[in-house]
DNA sequence: CGTGCCAGGTGCCTT
DNA sequence: AAGGCACTTGGCACG
């Protein structure tokens, strides 16, 4: 682990340092007075200001603000990082091609330069995904509908992959679309989307079928929409299309464990301090 | 604007500079040896590593490792930032409220720290989005269909607003739905439910119509849907429902614009060198 | 504040 | 490479 840093370079320095960074895969840094160009999917200018560069070795390209959890302008990885001295200014492109896009940032001062050799472990292992609801759901069937079996996973369809199927205590199939969170009416535009592939399907999908047997297999293909809650907009569409509503959400309430974090409060002789930003400003301190 | 920058603090001295960053309301960076927790609307465990954390005034925090342009642990802004020594440790917790979430940053070790005050625009300008789509559209009616005539934007029904509603040449109403990129499956259900829900509006929802006014109105709402391109299953799904697809993307393709930037070729004196990334590691150059 | 929807969405996986 | 979809999606505008 190395780093470098340099205050208020020049913008020959700045550029030597990037230089090496770059050869060095290093993790980026750059904050100085600049404007962003770029040109892609889209196009945006922005004006001059202060901002956080980050150059990363994969290929990413992050232009920050000092507001908000989304860049201003960025570049993803995959992406060509091209640096030099136009004009007696430090100029960073970020290139790629698929789409064909450009992220150009124009230095008029360079504050500060830093560059970071990472190591370390980048695999976050995450609880609370729809595929722990799904887990659950495979766990205990019956919380779906009492005689519920589930056939497959993933099934594939005309219309894409059904995330449970199964069938019910009649014998019926049952289409299962799980959502880890509150939902809208989007959510049961896809479950019909997957109910009437499956219904199609199981009819035959225009081989010659006697209507009886059409008219049962319509109607006895059922959609279950599983998430923590619904819209009302989204309860009405689910209610008319007849399908139903299973309340449940991923395991073990993440919000319980969030005390084990907040709850690291004093039982100790050190040092703390808070910064308030949402409430009253930046003033300091609330805490023990 | 001022730059505070140290190098490999201990943990007391980090601390004491978060402080007086969090007061000035700057940027700060932290790099340095750390684990991440999370927990909230889901919940993670991040093992040790060299990672960058950065911490705006605004409340927004970010854990970026060498790869990525998505942080691997974040907190939006509007959280609360609070530091404490603990075991001699530095550790960086972010609270918010609405959902309960907690983000909190073990450090083992910091390599740097860094804290910036920042000024100047953060309003980007963006061009290529789905607005100036409508306004094309709006300037040039006859690219939807021969006669049609725009009526209102963002107009509300059951079902959302819809992005132009109008009159075709035959007096029947037609209801647009804008893309500005090459669309699934649901943006149809998106158009369908606009479609059906000014279909029930104008069909009195509910109240008696003669069998031939409602048939009338039934078919009468035209569906178009404005996007570059559709995916296969859209299109089929876009025939099914008897509705039309109008092959139309933002204005002044940004794809040219693009070059502008790229094309910031050599015509001048000065230093320039290039990481390239995506293809063949990180060897230098291939520029001139 | 919740609901709805766009986004230069990003990221992941399958065909 | 394109399609389909989840995401701690984020962000905005509106009721």
Known sequence: MTVISVHAPSHREA??????????????????????????????????????????PDGAALVHTDEGRTPVNWQPPGSTHHAAVREGRLRVRSKRTNPAETLLVRFERVHQLSAMSVTGGRDLELHGSEEDLRTRVLERPELIAPGFEPVSTERETAAGPVDVFGVDDAGDPVVVE???????????????????????ELTGDGEFLADHEAATADDSVRGVLVAPSLTDRAADLLADRGFDHVALGPPADAGESVDALADDSDDSDDLDDSNTTAGSGSRPDESA
Chains 1, 2 share one sequence.
């Open 15 to 56: 550029l030597w340092e990037l230089e090496s960074a770059f050869e060095r895969g290093d993790l980026i840094t750059v904050f100085g007075r600049c404007t962003v160009s770029y040109a892609g999917r889209a196009a945006s200018e922005l004006g001059v200001g202060d901002r956080l560069l980050i150059l990363k």
């Open 178 to 200: 799980l959502k880890r969170r509150r939902v809208g009416p989007d959510a049961v535009g896809q479950l019909a989307r997957y109910v009437a592939a499956v219904r199609d």
